[in-house]
Structures are given as C-alpha cells and as structure tokens.
C-alpha cells in the first residue's frame, strides 16, 4: 500500500490549505482512511477520519475547522483545513485505520505562523 500526502505549506493564522492524499496498491474503497499529524516533539495523533461510507470523526480541537472527504473512485483522500492555527502546525500524514507501518510516507509539513 502505497500512500502520498501533499499540498502542505506555509499559511498565515486564519489562513486556509487543502491536502490530498493518493493511494495505490490496495481496495481503497473498503478502508477507514484518515489524516494524522505529528507536531515536533508529540505524538502522532489521528485528526480526522472517515469510513467508506463517507462517515467522519474529528479530534476536538479541529472540528468545526477542518472537513475530511474522499474519492472512492480516484483513490484519493482530502482534508481541507480553514481557520488555522499556529498549533496547528505539523507533519501530515494520511493513513488507514488502523495504520500500516509501512504506508506513513514522507507527510507532508504544515506551517501556521505570520
């Protein structure tokens, strides 16, 4: 299972980013994918999921900011991030639920600072 997140940057407090996750080599459609983050110096932590069926969960400190969806069809997993914060700030990474070990990638950085 492959697994690549992009679309991260440098955003001003407020700000917004949208990142997307491709995924090959699996049957996407049947997985509970989801976004994960690791600030410098935590843990990784799970942000947002969402089932095949198109449920969602949140972390607390995101709902309301953040909206995770996905392409069954493409393959592909998205969380667009409005209203960020600075502790917003982290390495993003897109996984199944539960994760595979061998499927965390690169990520992709996150910056929220003015």
């Known amino acids: ?4 997140a992009s679309g991260g940057g440098l955003v001003q ?5 949208r ?4 995924a090959s080599g699996t049957i996407f459609s049947i997985n509970v994918m989801a976004w994960y983050r690791q600030a410098p110096g935590k843990q990784r932590e799970l942000v ?3 089932t095949s069926g198109g449920t969602t ?3 607390d400190s995101v709902k309301g900011r953040f ?10 997993v998205y969380l667009q991030m409005n ?4 502790e917003d700030t982290a390495v993003y990474y897109c996984n199944k639920v539960p994760p595979l070990v061998a ?3 690169q990520g992709t950085q996150v910056t929220v600072s003015s």
């Open 1 to 4: 299972v492959q697994l690549q």
């Open 13 to 17: 407090p407020g700000g917004s980013l």
């Open 19 to 22: 990142l997307s996750c491709a």
């Open 48 to 50: 947002a999921r969402i």
């Open 57 to 59: 969960n949140y972390v």
């Open 67 to 76: 909206t995770v969806s996905r392409d069954n069809t493409k393959k592909m």
């Open 83 to 86: 209203s960020l914060k600075p």
């Open 103 to 105: 499927s965390w990638g």
